[in-house]
């Protein structure tokens, strides 16, 4: 009777990522797909109808009030204008991540036809040898003008910086050029390292700082959005300090969490972690919510944060990345072993 009941109550989750393929044609420094850094189960693509399916049961089993289409690349899956219309029929706001070397004109149009709100694009060089040593694809010229094709129509693009070491230094006039292009606002994420290797592509504390700080200040002055998603440690920066930038704390599986959902139908707790906590083709998002791994990411926090007063909130950063990093979800986020002695 327990499990029934717990069964038919809703998963007080209202947003969710659909990694539709995990095909890309770029090959990013910093990319943080899970299925490139270790072993992960291979199949075919959901079809439309497996979609379909999985859409249903987060409606009936979930608050479900979002949805990000992501991938991989996701206009490298064959069916993906009949998914977002799919989604767009079920009355669901749909954000659309893609790295627009795809976003022909035509592409822009019917997304946009069929309900997409915003795009995210990362933009991360200045120049076209810094994009294709950073993104391993040739295509800046592509990139710039998929992001003309959305902003032309008056599309909500938002920019994505993902800072690294290599490309941090470059913050104002990759801003500047965000601008120039049309985009409605910028999130500002320092690298999430996926594996042990890309923790050498971190920023310094000192680069975050300087970019921070002139990100605040560009905010401030021109009244344009800025979101610092990925968490960074109180005790490293004082994010309270930067009025003009939003920022956070990760959510640790609560309900302001975004579970994924890769092409397969497997659920995540989050797209930076590679443990599958059930099949939403065969499991229920109830029994889900209480698995094992779930209730020990909610709750653990690491071992050298334990005492902090900041704890409660920040959890220590990302348990994701230490975990595919240093194999615990206990051990330091990456940002934090790399800098606890600078502050």
């Known amino acids: 009777m327990f499990w029934e009941k717990l069964i038919q109550r809703k998963a007080d989750l209202s947003h969710f990522v659909f990694e539709v393929t995990g095909r890309c044609n770029h090959n990013c420094t910093y990319c943080y797909n899970v299925w490139k ?18 859409l249903n049961k987060l409606i009936d089993q979930t608050n479900i009030r979002m949805v990000s289409i992501s991938g991989g690349e996701p206009l490298l899956y064959p069916r993906i204008f ?21 976003m022909i004109e035509k592409n822009a149009k019917k997304l946009m036809e069929f309900g997409v709100s915003i795009f995210e694009i990362p933009f991360v060089g200045v120049s076209g040898e810094q994009h294709r040593q950073i993104k391993g694809a040739d295509d800046y010229e592509k990139v710039m003008e998929g992001i003309a094709n959305l902003t032309s129509q008056e599309a909500k693009v938002v920019a994505v910086m993902v800072a690294t070491k290599d490309n941090i230094d470059d913050i104002a006039e990759i801003v500047e050029m965000i601008v120039v292009l049309g985009c409605r606002g910028l999130m500002f994420n320092r690298i999430n390292p996926a594996c042990k290797k890309q923790v050498d592509l971190l920023p310094s504390i000192e680069q975050l700082k300087v970019a921070l700080k002139y990100l605040d200040e560009f905010a401030g002055k021109y009244n344009f959005g800025v979101a610092c ?11 309270s300090q930067y009025s003009n930038l939003s920022s956070g704390y990760c959510p640790s599986g609560n309900n302001k969490s975004y579970f994924t959902i890769d092409w ?17 083709l065969t499991d229920n998002m109830g029994q889900m919510m209480n698995n094992d791994y779930l209730c020990q990411f909610k709750e653990v926090i690491p071992k050298s944060c334990l005492g902090c007063n900041e704890a409660i909130n920040c959890r220590g950063g990302c348990k994701a990345a230490a975990e595919v990093c240093y194999g615990c979800l206990s051990d330091d986020d990456p940002l934090l072993v790399e800098n606890k002695k600078i502050g």
């Open 37 to 54: 850094h270790g072993s992960y189960p291979k199949g075919e693509e959901l079809d439309i109808d497996g979609w379909e399916m999985v």
């Open 229 to 239: 998603s990925i968490p960074i440690q109180p005790c490293l920066i004082d994010m």
């Open 264 to 280: 397969l139908g497997n659920v995540r707790v989050c797209n930076h972690s590679p443990v599958i906590l059930g099949n939403l």
């Open 82 to 102: 009949d998914l977002v219309r799919l989604i767009g029929k079920k009355g669901l706001k749909l954000n659309f991540l893609t790295n627009g070397s795809l």
